[in-house]
């Protein structure tokens, strides 16, 4: 086995991100200097390169948070190391149906642009395979119960010996100390415990989930964020640091004005449906064959709201003349606005509000969306050939950058797709070792080629 590959400085990195020219790995045996004037010359300012060409994470996360994170990282062109356990992989391969084959949709919705290492944490030769991708790699992402990592000599304090220089970002229910710290992390009990669903579904009624799983998904928007924010950090100290990223502290701060109005005013939050608390009208109304959404955020919208429904008379009465005033009258004007909605179909409300400055939309169901032009003109359907579920549609990045074009994705990986790869690769493994290695169960590959 070969000496294992050094990172760049993170300072030299990105100071190679920062003039559009993409880093590169320098084994100890080679010429850094040699390698760095061959790039130099043969790149130039302003070519299609994704802002984290170059940079390396270690993903050991699994369900949906620490992916989704590790995706929208991998979409901006890192190069994601996958870490799965040999045999079940990632928790969300089994979530199903649907299923497209054998894949788990679930599981192809937030894991293209990934690397694929089966590898058992638990064995210590396992470990020990960790530890070295760690120190080449300028990014690890974990999502494991605190202190469970460090049980196997893959903790912050162990991997920072090893790689001073590496962000290394954990992801968890509740934050690394304190009294829930070692609780699991569950989308809808954090979503539970941070207020989230007390404050989420209709007027009258029972506490409801999110469609989807907001909170872990804020954490991963969050952990994306943070990781980005210590790249930075790392180029200007030369230091790795310890992202600390939960789903309570995430879905807390993202209460905003609700958590204000408690902590200044001490005003208890309530459930308002489709409804706002503090604007009158700004709604979901049911159609004739649907549900719209009209949101008059100022007196002079209200106005035109009024026009466009044939109740001019509404925006001439007092008790409506502002929206305080409305806010207060809810009631009575809502049920009338209700009623005179139910007269017409939905298209016909879009046709009449079109082009009059109030904001409004349909409420569409799924099938909808995808139909939606928009939508396709923001390039949010993402087509790839997967190699057993053939062709598969997930929904594309949401951000688009004017430097570089989106490519091809990788598609989501088989189970221990590339351990054979990265092993030999970017871990100098020979044949004999890797084999050694799979025969023990250490690592996995998949049944398919590499």
Same mark, same amino acid.
């Given at each position: 086995m070969s000496?294992t590959?050094t ?7 990105l100071r190679? #991100?920062a003039s559009g020219i993409?880093p590169? &790995? ?6 850094s200097?040699?390698? @760095?004037?061959?790039?130099?010359? %043969? $790149?130039?300012?302003g ?6 060409? =170059?940079v390396?994470?270690?993903d050991l $996360?699994r369900?949906l948070a620490?992916?989704?994170?590790t995706? &929208?990282?991998?979409? @901006?062109?890192a190069e994601i190391f996958k870490?799965?356990r040999?045999g079940a992989g990632?928790d ?5 149906p649907p299923?497209?084959?054998?894949e788990?949709?679930y599981f192809l919705s937030v %894991?293209r642009n990934?690397?694929? &290492?089966?590898?058992n944490?638990?064995d210590p ?5 960790i530890?070295?991708l760690a120190?080449?790699c300028d990014?690890l992402?974990e999502n ?5 990592l *460090? ?7 162990d ?5 001073p220089?590496l962000?290394y ?7 690394? /100390? ?5 609780r699991?992390?569950?989308d ?6 941070s207020?989230?669903m007390?404050?989420t579904g ?6 409801v989930?999110?469609?989807?799983a907001? $909170?872990?998904?804020?954490t ?5 964020g943070? &990781?980005?924010?210590a ?8 230091r =790795?640091?310890?992202? !600390?990223c939960?789903?309570l502290?995430?879905?807390v701060?993202c209460l905003t004005h609700?958590?204000a ?5 001490g005003?208890?939050?309530r459930?308002w449906? $489709? ?8 709604q979901?109304?049911? /159609? ?6 009209? *949101?008059?955020?100022?007196d002079?919208?209200?106005?035109k709201?009024?026009?466009m429904l ?5 925006? !001439?009465?007092?008790?409506?003349k502002?929206?305080t005033l409305?806010v ?5 004007l809502?049920?009338i ?8 179909v939905t298209g016909e409300w879009?046709r009449?509000?079109e082009?009059t400055?109030v ?10 969306v995808?139909s939606e032009p928009q939508v396709a %003109?923001?390039g #949010?359907?993402l087509?790839?050939n997967h190699?057993t579920?053939?062709r598969?549609a997930?929904?594309?990045p949401?951000?688009?950058f004017?430097?570089f ?5 990788m598609t989501?990986?088989?189970i221990?797709?590339? /351990?054979?790869?990265? @092993?030999? !690769?970017? @871990?100098s493994y020979s044949d004999d ?7 023990s169960?250490t690592?996995s590959t ?5």
């Amino acid at each position: 086995m070969s000496t294992t590959p050094t990172r760049f400085k993170c300072g030299g990195f990105l100071r190679l #991100l920062a003039s559009g020219i993409q880093p590169c &790995i320098f084994r100890q045996h080679q010429s850094s200097r040699a390698n @760095l004037r061959r790039l130099l010359s %043969n $790149t130039q300012p302003g070519e299609n390169v994704r802002p984290l060409e =170059g940079v390396k994470v270690l993903d050991l $996360t699994r369900v949906l948070a620490g992916p989704f994170a590790t995706m &929208i990282l991998g979409d @901006l062109g890192a190069e994601i190391f996958k870490v799965e356990r040999p045999g079940a992989g990632d928790d969300t391969r089994s979530w199903g149906p649907p299923f497209v084959g054998d894949e788990s949709v679930y599981f192809l919705s937030v %894991n293209r642009n990934k690397k694929s &290492i089966a590898v058992n944490l638990k064995d210590p030769r396992g470990a020990k395979i960790i530890l070295e991708l760690a120190g080449m790699c300028d990014v690890l992402v974990e999502n494991y119960l605190p202190g469970k990592l *460090a049980q196997m000599g893959l903790g912050y304090d162990d991997v920072h010996k090893a790689a001073p220089r590496l962000v290394y970002c954990s992801i968890s229910g509740y934050g690394q /100390t304190g009294p829930l710290s070692q609780r699991p992390g569950y989308d809808s009990i954090a979503s539970a415990v941070s207020g989230m669903m007390h404050i989420t579904g209709p007027e009258d009624g029972d506490p409801v989930r999110p469609g989807v799983a907001m $909170t872990d998904l804020a954490t991963g928007l969050y952990a994306h964020g943070a &990781i980005m924010a210590a790249l930075l950090q790392c180029h200007r100290t030369g230091r =790795g640091v310890h992202i !600390d990223c939960n789903l309570l502290s995430t879905q807390v701060a993202c209460l905003t004005h609700i958590a204000a109005n408690y902590l200044n005013a001490g005003k208890e939050a309530r459930r308002w449906g $489709t409804a706002h608390e503090s604007i009158v009208p700004y709604q979901g109304f049911r /159609t004739k064959d649907g549900y719209l959404v009209v *949101a008059a955020g100022n007196d002079k919208q209200f106005v035109k709201v009024c026009k466009m429904l044939g109740l001019n008379h509404l925006s !001439d009465e007092p008790k409506y003349k502002s929206n305080t005033l409305r806010v207060q009258h809810r009631q009575k004007l809502l049920h009338i606005l209700s009623q005179r909605f139910l007269e017409e179909v939905t298209g016909e409300w879009l046709r009449r509000f079109e082009g009059t400055g109030v904001p409004c939309g349909p409420i569409n169901n799924i099938q909808q969306v995808f139909s939606e032009p928009q939508v396709a %003109n923001n390039g #949010l359907i993402l087509e790839m050939n997967h190699p057993t579920a053939g062709r598969i549609a997930v929904p594309g990045p949401a951000v688009r950058f004017s430097t570089f074009e989106s490519r091809e994705p990788m598609t989501p990986p088989m189970i221990g797709q590339h /351990t054979v790869q990265v @092993l030999r !690769d970017s @871990l100098s493994y020979s044949d004999d070792v890797i084999n050694q290695l799979l025969a023990s169960g250490t690592v996995s590959t998949a049944e398919i080629g590499v």
